[in-house]
């Protein structure tokens, strides 16, 4: 049984800046893509970054390029963003997700549908 577990969330004012980590269990984590994406309160679930199955290519959406890093630990099955320079804007759940499928060309990496398995989420505050 696939289980991804994110912690690391809370509260941070803007400026500052907060980790979120996700630790996988019941897969080949070396094989698996991995991505987080957020969810603002009354919005849709929307992508944040993706890194490919041996951490050497990473993609991220515009919103938070230069300000995110995301990278992963493969002898740990763990997968981590670190995010820096916050924004009230960056409030929201921020859930890990995996897939199977690699970073093929044209790979719809940036859609929920694209992966097999999330975790439950984990809250980012970011007060003004």
């Known amino acids: 049984q696939v289980q991804l577990v994110e912690s690391g969330g809370g509260l941070v004012q803007a400026g500052g800046s907060l980790r979120v980590s996700c630790v996988a269990s019941g897969l080949p984590f070396s094989g698996h893509t991995m991505t987080w994406f957020r969810q603002a309160s009354g919005k849709e679930r929307e992508f944040v970054a993706v890194i490919s199955r041996n951490g050497y290519n990473t993609y991220y959406s515009d919103s938070v390029n230069g300000r995110f890093i995301i990278s992963r630990d493969n002898a740990k099955n763990t997968v981590d963003l670190q995010m820096n320079g916050l924004k009230p804007e960056d409030t929201a759940i921020y859930y890990c997700?995996?897939?199977?499928?690699?970073?093929?060309?044209?790979?719809?990496?940036?859609?929920?549908?694209?992966?097999?398995?999330w975790g439950q989420g984990v809250q980012v505050t970011v007060a003004s």
């Open positions: 997700g995996a897939t199977g499928k690699g970073l093929y060309y044209a790979a719809p990496y940036n859609r929920p549908a694209f992966y097999d398995a």
